[in-house]
């Protein structure tokens, strides 16, 4: 009998690969990203082959086929949308841009309604060219999320901030922790701004766990991978299945699940190796490494 082997890695499976129907993934969400090779066709139709009940759509994709054309797959599907990617990219300094951004994450909202999801995820942006003002590129992100918040709570849509880790802070993510979100999701109303926890983006953050436990009700998702090493030269592909690398799933997942959050746990991953893999594969992989890694603790 052949070994079922986990991808990337080539290792053979620790566990069976939780068949369809299994309780165990009524919570797991398979993220687009992890299947870049996948169409959204494709993604939709491997989730719901793997026993799956949600799937995390980007915006590009949905673009690809068209909102209305994307919306009615999903009611097809039967998956649940546990959120849209991306907004954001909020820190431009021309007043044109801002508006610009701005009409963008509207129209996002507007995504998720049609797709219908309640959670949008913002990821805040780098430094505009040739700045080197952090602060102020946090201050017009901050400022950004105070002109969306109102609209994303009349379309029945919460805004979840996406602390990134400090290696992105120059090119895409000039918030860096979970601390920071919290400081400017704060000053809104839970309904309409919340937070990503990320395991990819937190795990360095000295004291993420206080840090989760004071989001409470405003973890708006809960999305799952490895930092691996080496950091390849791309280091947007530095994401790994879960158990490849340092991360502790077993103590972030307790720390989240103690907040209450009963959401969907999304699986996102860059990583160049897994997506040179079969779809199937990588979901397979991704079933067995959250049944567990990650199942079994919240």
């Known amino acids: 009998m052949t070994a079922v082997l986990d991808v990337p890695s080539g290792d053979a499976a620790r566990v069976e690969t939780p068949p ?15 299947t870049a090779q996948w169409s959204l066709r494709e993604a939709l139709d491997g989730a719901r082959a793997a026993g799956l ?23 097809d599907s039967g998956l649940r949308v546990s959120s849209l990617c991306r907004g954001g990219f909020f820190t431009a300094e021309e007043p044109d841009a801002r508006e610009a951004a701005d009409a963008d994450n509207r129209a996002a909202i507007d995504e ?28 017009r992100a901050a400022e950004a999320i105070g002109r ?30 979970l601390r920071q979100a919290l400081d400017i999701a704060e000053q809104h109303p839970a309904s309409q701004v919340g937070v990503v926890v990320d395991t990819y983006h937190l ?19 809960y999305q799952v991978c490895d930092w691996i090493t080496p950091v390849p030269a791309d280091n947007l592909l530095g994401r790994g299945m879960m158990g490849d690398g340092h991360v502790d799933f077993p103590a972030f997942t307790r720390a989240v699940a103690a907040t209450g959050y009963a959401g969907d746990v999304e ?22 490494r959250y049944a567990e890694l990650v199942e079994p603790y919240l």
């Open 20 to 34: 369809v129907g299994d309780p165990r993934l009524a919570r797991l969400s398979l993220n687009q990203r992890t």
């Open 53 to 75: 009940s949600s799937i995390g759509l980007w915006r590009e994709p949905v673009a690809e086929v068209g909102l209305e054309t994307a919306a009615q797959w999903v009611a």
């Open 112 to 139: 998720c309604v049609a797709l219908g999801t309640d959670v949008l995820v913002l990821v805040p942006g780098g430094l505009p060219g040739g700045s080197k003002d952090l602060a102020g590129a946090r201050e």
């Open 148 to 177: 969306l918040a109102p609209y994303a709570g009349e379309r029945g849509v919460r805004l979840g901030i996406e602390p990134m880790h400090p290696i992105f802070a120059a090119d895409r993510g000039v918030v860096s922790s």
């Open 203 to 221: 795990w360095w953050e000295p004291d993420v766990e206080q840090q989760i436990a004071r989001a409470g009700e405003r973890i708006v998702a």
């Open 267 to 288: 699986v996102e991953i860059f990583n160049a190796d897994v997506w040179a893999a079969a779809g199937e594969d990588v979901v397979a992989t991704m079933a067995r």
